[in-house]
């Protein structure tokens, strides 16, 4: 259980909302937990004790899914699934885990993160990938210059600094999750993937279902 207060509908600020809607339909997850992903949901309304913090996150979650980016799904997922193994964070490692399904990661792939140094299943850049996501979070961001330089033979500067944002971040919120005892964390930290949907965390299905939760919310036709 959360260690910290969680909000009500009720009590949620506009921006939160359309979240609650997407993820919840008319329930109150305080009284009815559970997300279509298996989770409790317990995230979602303990985040939004601090409406500015919510809605950081939330912004921050849309940015990586953004069909603005320029890193590749595959090694984006890849890099959050492995950081939520490296800061022992059962709620990352078990939903990016489902997430990696969604961008056409193989379940031998998805097996082997957690020992990815000794697996033969691994393409040259994902392994670069895998590589830096150790330094960032294992060695708190001291990165020898041959993973740096194994990474720069595979992305440009650009999908570099949108990787190091989006790992940076996944340790943040795999830290936090441990710290305040939210979703799977709430467990002894076991890290497996628990039972859910995948399908409803792919970027299509979140942006579809988002417009929809705004559309309700704000008191708009549901048009399917």
Known sequence: MSRLRR?????????????????????????????????????????????????????????????????????????????????????????????????GISDEKIDAIEAWETATCFDDDERAVLAYTDALSIQHGRVPDGVFAALQAHLSDEEILELTYIVCTYAMHGVMSRALRLEFDADPPVLVEQPGDADSLSDEHTRREFRRALKLVEGGPDDG
């Open 7 to 103: 909000v009500r509908r009720s009590e949620l600020h506009p921006g939160a909302q359309p979240v609650f809607q997407m993820l919840f339909g008319d329930r109150d997850p305080v009284d009815e937990p559970g997300t279509p992903t298996g989770s409790p949901g317990d995230w979602w309304s303990t985040f939004a004790l601090v409406p500015d913090v919510f809605d950081h996150a939330v912004a921050g979650i849309a940015l990586y899914r953004s069909p603005k980016r320029l890193l590749d799904p595959r090694l984006r997922e890849l890099g959050q699934t492995r950081v939520g193994w490296c800061v022992g964070s059962r709620f990352v490692y078990s939903q990016h885990r489902k997430a990696c399904r969604t961008v």
